[in-house]
């Protein structure tokens, strides 16, 4: 296979990328191969697929420097899990002959026939960012790289816009923006008209403010607000100031201050607030005479939208027209995950709805929740949506038919239409700010709520969340919905122990999928108590895993030195000093924060070192030795590390192949850092 000659620089730019929690993400500047690889996949996977493709180019919440891309697969849904690997590989080929070369194999081993193909098409989308212009070109040039293949540009859209066009597109309808717009509108406008009368009263003239993060969602919201019947919305942030920078969902759910251009002025009225990209909401309402805010967060849409589906099933399969209607029973399930509030879990559960938990990302989520007849899924962070089954849809069309003949406008028609509105309101293919502010509008609208009413459903317990900053995020492995951390071994104990000294404490840790980091969470019965609990995992973290400050390594800490002390015993049994430093590739030392390590590294051979010890006389200056007689005499792994784990604590049993790879990283990060060539660490 070739690729047609481009103007793209197709080399690697030398970044590791992965496909992560939500496709690929870097600084802008570092996306142009990329971008132009992930086009080349998107039309091979519209050749398999025979279907439309989606391509956005966003990255989010991120800071407006960066940008990213990701494929929506014909469903509109994430692209399929099963081609990610590939994603990885050919986002990361070195070059123009591996990528070939990659392709080729792909290629057969998928059955994708390119010869006489028909004909591929591609959606392109983009949010607001600077870069975004010329990332589309760069992923056209991938797509018709792609003999048949063809890309439609259709310029500045919503995340969750592209993906509905992509699965409006693949059932034959128009995929425009005016029909995106128009279908949000009626089926607002209908799930209005059933609302029971006497529950709207002076609420319906209310005014909601929405903080658009500068993006793409402000601007559209600004667009469609003035068809909006019954509604009165402010659109603040619609793209003056700088994308996502102190404005946005994730800004608020994560800070819990009023974002830019909110004040104590707007205190007691409903506010909401969008991300980069418009696939995340929350609400809010700004706490009198203060900054702060009362978070109305995913956790809460996702009871919201429960409540009111449990609600029109019960009148639904009610005895009102005199007997009971069970021919159809609907599952009704909640997907969560780890990040969920733990109130808000057992607020669903004693509600009577099946709440299941998944790893982190909507792609897991939105796969259990199509397991459901109606799932509901929702991230903390306010990403989330409402999936309907072909079935029951089917269903609720045949009893609005029967019920139609029998019983106009009773409670149970009502309800039929209601969730057919509802159905047809949220965007199925993908979390949709601006459908599920529709949707919490309405529902809210037939409840007669505001937002304190809302906000009182469930008290959350104080949370915490920290990230630390490492070089190797997949050092850290979990399992359990991202539970229970499996690698390094012995932290989950740690943990444990570290939560156990607090009522209600709740603590787990994962590697983020969308940046170097692993994120910390902590929940506890007071916010002193959450925020203590954070900071000593953030602690073990640290401890456990060898952590950058910015890019400049600060620390190496116990497991790698004790994979360097394994490695040097099995490469060179002579010596344990002089081969640490060639073992790891460059003329220098490495930090050891932990002192006390370094000190039974060290000291024994010190004087061997010269250069290699920094200066100031860290190294060696705490007295806790090393018997490297004896830990080089081990012969067996095992037994060496049940040598070191009694001796030395409990950190000691990392593979040494996983321990390669952070070496690796170390190198990569710290080759050119003087500090490693020799100086002192302030
Ligand atoms: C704690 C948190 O909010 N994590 C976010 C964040 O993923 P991480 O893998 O945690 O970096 O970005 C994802 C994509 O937007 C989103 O799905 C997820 O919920």
């Not at 106009?408 to 599920?436: E, F, M, P, T, W």
């Not at 080089?632 to 000691?652: C, I, K, M, R």
Request: charge should be negative; aromatic fraction near 8%; proline fraction near 3%.
């Amino acid at each position: 296979m070739v690729i047609s000659k481009v103007d793209v620089d197709i080399n690697n730019t030398g970044v590791k990328f992965s496909y992560g929690t939500s496709g690929f993400r870097a600084e802008a500047s570092l996306l142009e191969s990329t971008v132009f690889r992930v086009g080349i996949l998107a039309a091979l996977r519209s050749i398999q697929t025979g279907s439309v493709i989606g391509l956005m180019i966003t990255a989010s919440h991120n800071e407006v420097s960066d940008n990213g891309i990701k494929v929506a697969d014909p469903s509109g849904g994430m692209l399929t899990q099963r081609w990610e690997p590939f994603a990885d590989a050919f986002a990361n080929a070195p070059n123009h002959h591996s990528l070939v070369q990659l392709l080729d194999d792909f290629v057969k081993k998928e059955n994708i026939t390119l010869e006489g193909a028909p004909a591929a098409e591609v959606l392109l989308g983009r949010d607001t960012r600077p870069s975004g212009m010329s990332l589309v070109e760069a992923a056209k040039q991938g797509i018709l790289s792609i003999i048949g293949a063809s890309a439609t540009d259709m310029g500045v859209v919503t995340t969750p816009q592209l993906h509905w066009m992509v699965r409006v597109k693949n059932k034959g309808i128009e995929a425009s923006e005016y029909n995106y717009f128009d279908q949000l509108l009626t089926s607002f406008r209908c799930l209005l008209g059933y609302i029971p009368q006497g529950n709207s009263n002076n609420y319906m003239n209310d005014k909601l403010i929405v903080d658009g993060a500068d993006g793409v969602g402000g601007q559209k919201l600004e667009k469609l607000k003035s068809r909006l019947s019954y509604l009165t919305v402010d659109v603040r942030n619609y793209g003056d100031g700088v994308l996502n920078e102190g404005v946005g969902a994730d800004y608020v759910q994560k800070e819990k201050v009023v974002p830019r251009g909110f004040g104590p002025a707007d205190a007691g009225i409903r506010c909401a607030s969008l991300d980069g990209d418009s696939d995340r909401l929350v609400y809010f309402s700004v706490v009198p005479n203060s900054n702060k805010i009362d978070l109305v967060d995913g956790d809460k849409i996702l009871s919201l939208f429960a409540l009111f589906i449990k609600e029109q099933l019960g009148i639904l399969y009610g005895p009102e027209d005199g007997k009971s209607n069970k021919s159809y029973q609907a599952s009704l399930g909640v997907v969560q995950t780890a990040y969920a509030n733990g109130a808000s879990t057992d607020y669903l559960k004693q509600l009577g709805v099946e709440v299941v938990l998944t790893p982190t990302g909507v792609k897991y989520m939105h796969e259990k929740a199509a397991e459901f007849d109606i799932g509901i899924y929702f991230e903390a962070n306010g990403h989330g949506t409402i999936l309907f089954s072909n079935n029951f849809l089917s269903w609720l069309e045949i009893r609005n038919n029967e019920l139609l003949s029998i019983s106009k406008g009773s409670n149970q028609h009502n309800a039929v239409l209601r969730l057919l509105a509802v159905s047809k309101l949220i965007n199925q293919a993908v979390g949709d700010a601006l459908s599920g502010l529709l949707l919490v509008e309405a529902i809210l609208q037939h409840l007669g709520w505001s937002i304190h009413k809302w906000n009182e459903l469930y008290q959350d317990l104080p949370s915490r969340q920290l990230k630390v900053k490492v070089v190797d995020r997949t050092a850290v492995v979990t399992e359990n919905a991202e539970t229970v951390v499996v690698r390094p071994v012995g932290i989950q104990e740690s943990i444990d122990s570290e939560t156990a000294k607090y009522p209600r404490g709740r603590c787990f840790i994962r590697p983020s999928g969308t940046e170097d980091v692993v994120r910390v969470y902590a929940e506890a019965l007071t916010q002193e108590a959450a925020d203590n609990l954070a900071h000593s995992v953030v602690m073990l973290v640290d401890k456990y895993l060898v952590f950058v400050d910015g890019a400049r390594v600060v620390g190496v800490h116990i497991e790698s030195i004790g994979w360097i002390v394994e490695s040097v015993r099995k490469k060179n049994h002579e010596q344990a000093a002089t081969p640490v430093c060639s073992l790891i590739g460059f003329e220098g030392y490495i930090f050891l924060k932990t002192d006390f390590v370094a000190a039974w590294l060290f000291q024994p051979k010190s004087e061997e070192f010269g250069s290699c010890a920094p200066a100031g006389g860290e190294v060696g200056k705490v007295g806790m030795e090393m018997d490297f007689e004896r830990v080089l005499s081990y012969s067996s792994d095992t037994e060496l590390t049940h040598y070191l784990v009694q001796n030395y604590g409990s950190a000691w049993s990392v593979i040494a192949s996983r321990l390669e790879i952070l070496v690796h990283h170390l190198l990569a990060i710290g080759g050119p850092n003087p500090r490693l060539r020799g100086e002192a660490q302030s």
